[in-house]
Nanobody
């Protein structure tokens, strides 16, 4: 059974930091890409960042570049999203998702980095709420 467990959300003041974790099981973690997506109240879900668990390719949406850092610990099957200088507009439920068999995905062989579009991802976990107060 595939499981993706996101954790680390909470309430923080603007300018503060949080580190989200996504721990995965039930699929070949070392041949995957892990993406972080978020959905704010009344808005559509959007991709935030992703990382290839083997090639370490990354991608960040423009609004989080320089503030968020994604990393992977293969020994723990865990991907982290370090979020610094948080803004109220970062408030959302954050979900992690897995793209399996990444080495067979066209993005793996491109120079584009990992994909941040929802339809590329096979498995989804429950989210963790991040609330940034002003």
């Amino acid at each position: 059974e595939v499981q993706l467990q996101a954790s680390g959300g909470g309430l923080v003041q603007a300018g503060g930091s949080l580190r989200l974790s996504c721990t995965a099981s039930g699929f070949s973690f070392d041949d995957s890409a892990i993406g972080w997506f978020r959905q704010a109240p009344g808005k559509e879900r959007e991709g935030v960042s992703c990382i290839g668990t083997t090639d370490r390719s990354t991608y960040y949406r423009e609004s989080v570049k320089g503030r968020f850092t994604i990393s992977v610990d293969n020994a723990k099957n865990t991907v982290y999203l370090e979020m610094n200088n948080l803004r109220p507009e970062d408030t959302a439920v954050y979900h992690c998702a897995a793209l399996g068999a990444y080495s067979s995905n066209p993005y793996y062989h491109s120079n584009l980095g990992c994909p941040i579009t929802e339809y590329e991802y096979d498995y989804w976990g429950q989210g963790t709420l991040v609330t940034v107060s002003s």
